[in-house]
């Protein structure tokens, strides 16, 4: 379950929510207006999003590589960038 949290109740009850996220995993989801505008999530469900993250760049550069005559060497790319 999300709770949702204005960010003027955040800063008045920063060291609960900070708990919530933290002991409890409930992530916090913080609105402005009525709009969301951002989430607090534990450090464990964080470190699963990269994971996530990682796992998607890793199959999406697998598959950039299996394509033929479609590569081109790291010193072009750094080239491209002007690195």
Known sequence: MTTTIS???ARKNFADIV???????EP??????GQKIA????I?????L?????HIDIEDAKKALAEPD???SDKEVWKQLGL
């Open 7 to 9: 960010t003027a109740d």
């Open 19 to 25: 708990n919530k996220v933290a002991y409890g995993k």
């Open 28 to 33: 916090i989801v913080l609105t402005r207006r």
């Open 39 to 42: 989430a607090l999530v534990s």
């Open 44 to 48: 464990d469900e964080l470190e699963l």
């Open 50 to 54: 990269q994971q996530i993250e990682d």
């Open 70 to 72: 479609e590569n081109i």
